[in-house]
């Protein structure tokens, strides 16, 4: 029998917190623990039928090695499955079994009994190969949401609300001919949405049609179940996630399709040996940089940035000219505050394209469509969380631009020319005045959330800028 994602994800979330919670294991803690166990049974279940049978965990290791096991036993063998699992193995079957337990920590975080309780009444109790995907992705997705609290908030790490992953991904329209790629993947979510757009019409996906990358072990694991859970994809395939630091080297893969929401960090010095990037403090401003560059004529692109890109100087500015020179920068949407539950960024979203330099020497770009989804609008993830229907205006007026839509100007939605950004110093830090509205009456704790997202925007823009400013020479004393 099948369940609604949301019926899985309170079945396996009463157990933490009727039980876990009070031994102090974390919710990051928690969702790696069932992530752990949903591979093992989910394997154990596949290798047992009747046709395609596959298994990828070794013998001695599986779901039956655990199951039914109690107290040090169980602690004993929980620990010496983990760490063996996530081994290195040539095995090309093996790769995404080691992508999913890679440096899992082998010491039990819970009691045995919790671990056992677990187990025995809730994941034994159901087929999940059976489960529908759509069923998967929303359990998962819901695991992953109560997990994000505990994500590296200083490294950069947020989760993107899923009605913002889907709206970027309908407007890049990735096709079964294209080749995707996240170089910073996070829980994999923009992987998953492009996975199901693309094999929409039931067609089958190439090997490394769909690619993420991510320097965190903790998210590789998380980006590669969450695509397991959702696509269905066999546990014996390519590993969809690699762990690698997308900086450390140009992109040699050249995707057609590359969406990213790239870590939030203030100061991330560029790897050595990167002369074809503008050097810079700011992780965005890099990873901006190394996407475009590794995009090739007709690619296209959607990257999260910080409102400093849009008009800081220095760096900022050498790049930002950069980008409109060589590249079809189109559009840009203007995200409103309390999107992220982490806060503390105001954000953006820039849509471009790599074309051909023009014969005449003239821009790539020559106009940038700016969608004004800020003035007036504040969400919160509790109390107003984004929705899919907030986006569709967007991406209506967006369109679908390999068709030749014509688009139209809305009080929302308006043109800037190059030669005018020429004039603004490419200042594209631009908002259209009542875009939104008088907005409606809110309460004082939302205006109090707002509040404090702005002062945390505030900081982190200082933060960049003085990452970006040169040392002080020392003084002589008086």
């Known amino acids: 029998m099948t369940i609604s994602g949301r019926q899985l994800f309170d079945e396996l979330w009463s157990v933490y917190t009727q039980r876990m919670s009070s031994e102090r294991v974390s919710p990051l803690d928690y969702a790696e623990l069932v992530t752990y166990l949903l591979f093992l049974k989910i394997d154990d ?7 395609n049978q596959v298994r990828v965990i070794p013998e001695g290791l599986g779901w039956q090695t655990l199951f039914r096991k109690t107290g040090q036993v169980l602690e004993n063998q929980f620990g010496f499955t983990v760490s063996e699992c996530g081994r290195h193995d040539p095995d090309p079957a093996s790769l995404i079994r080691q992508a999913i337990f890679e440096e899992a920590v082998p010491a039990l975080r819970c009691s045995p009994a919790a671990l056992s309780y677990l187990m025995t009444e809730v994941v034994s109790q159901r087929r999940w190969s059976d489960q529908r995907n759509e069923d998967l992705h929303d359990m998962y997705a819901l695991l992953m949401a109560e997990a994000s609290g505990w994500f590296k908030i200083a490294s950069g790490q947020t989760l993107t609300p899923w009605p913002l992953v889907s709206a970027v991904i ?27 757009l693309m094999a929409k019409d039931g067609t089958k996906l190439e090997a490394g049609a769909v690619n993420g990358a991510d320097f965190d072990p903790i998210m590789c694991r998380f980006a590669t179940m969450n695509y397991l859970l959702s696509t269905g994809t066999p546990f014996d395939s390519a590993p969809p996630v690699k762990r690698r630091n997308s900086l450390a080297q140009p992109e040699t893969s050249r995707p057609s399709v590359v ?7 203030s100061i991330a010095p560029l ?31 959607a990257v999260f940035v910080p409102d400093n890109i849009l008009f800081g100087s220095g760096a900022n500015l050498t790049v930002r000219r950069w980008l409109l020179q060589e590249y079809d920068v189109h559009t840009l949407l203007r995200l409103p505050t309390g999107v992220f539950a982490s806060g503390g960024v105001r954000t953006n979203v820039i849509f471009f394209d790599a074309v051909r330099p023009r014969g005449d020497g003239a821009a790539a770009t020559s106009r940038v469509w700016i969608y004004d989804f800020r003035s007036g609008l504040h969400f919160a993830a509790r109390e107003r969380p984004l929705g899919r229907k907030d986006l569709d205006d967007f991406v209506a007026c967006y369109g679908h631009r390999a068709a030749g839509m014509t688009r139209v100007s809305t009080e929302k939605f308006r043109p800037v020319s190059y030669q005018q950004l020429d004039e603004r110093r490419f200042n594209v830090d631009i908002l259209w005045p009542n875009a939104n509205g008088p907005g409606e009456a809110r ?13 945390h925007a505030a900081l982190a823009e200082f933060k960049t800028l003085a990452a970006e400013l040169p040392e002080d020479s020392p003084g002589e004393e008086p």
Not at 171 to 191: E, I
Not at 443 to 455: R, V
């Open 45 to 51: 279940e596949r290798s047992q039928r009747r046709v």
């Open 170 to 196: 309908d407007c890049l329209r990735p096709s079964s001919s294209d080749v995707v790629l996240d170089p910073a993947c996070g829980t994999g979510s923009f992987l998953v949405a492009a996975h199901q």
């Open 259 to 265: 969406v990213c929401n790239p870590p939030f960090r």
């Open 271 to 301: 790897p050595e040996g990167r002369t074809d990037l503008t050097r810079s403090g700011s992780m965005q401003l890099n990873f901006l940089q190394h996407i475009a560059r590794g995009l090739p004529v007709s690619g296209r692109a």
């Open 443 to 455: 309460s004082p704790k939302s205006i109090a959330l707002e509040i404090a997202d702005e002062l």
